[in-house]
């Protein structure tokens, strides 16, 4: 099997697995905090739905805003590092600038800002809330730069939506804490 289609097996299985693993509803059935920051504030609903799929169990089960903020920006830690090192790593497999500068440098400012919003969480909202928003500049920058160098790349597309939706997720959060 090439490799190519290896790549496009693993995406199927992973896109299949994500589709088919159960979101948690609270006892009445009601949707969980995460789900309806997913269907009232963002415009990629069913990718913020999706996305939820896979989060931290916290994050879905979050009781209050403080719980869920606190979840949606440890995961974005999590995401935003990950997402950093896979664009390293192809960075360096395609020797290509533009992917480089996503790497290296977009994606910098989404780990440092969400590192940002997190730490600031308990002691400054207000800041804590900008440092979750811009956190989703680096995708937007990524995604520009891309297109300028004429890159379609599916996954590191989808890679900077999943970022931007855990931005706006963790933005709204925090703007709700106290609620």
């Not at 948690?24 to 990718?47: H, P, R, T």
């Amino acid at each position: 099997m090439n490799s190519l289609a290896l790549c496009s097996f693993v995406v199927t299985l992973c896109v299949v697995m994500v589709s088919y693993s159960p979101m948690v509803a609270n006892a009445s059935g009601e949707q969980c905090l995460a789900e309806k920051i997913c269907m009232e504030n963002l415009e990629d609903k069913e990718g913020c739905t999706l996305l939820l799929k896979q989060a931290d169990p916290k994050i879905v089960s979050a009781m209050t805003f403080d719980d869920l903020a606190q979840a949606t920006l440890e995961w974005a830690v999590t995401k935003g590092t990950e997402a950093q090192a896979f664009l390293k790593e192809l960075a360096q497999m395609e020797n290509n600038p533009a992917i480089a500068q996503c790497a290296n440098f977009d994606y910098d400012g989404v780990v440092a800002s969400f590192k940002s919003a997190l730490a600031e969480l308990k002691e400054d909202p207000q800041t804590a809330s900008y440092d979750a928003k811009v956190a989703g500049d680096g995708p937007a920058c990524c995604d520009r730069g891309l297109a300028s160098a004429n890159i379609s790349n599916p996954a590191i597309a989808a890679l900077n939506r999943q970022i931007v939706i855990l931005s706006t997720m963790a933005f709204t959060a925090v703007c709700k804490l106290g609620d």
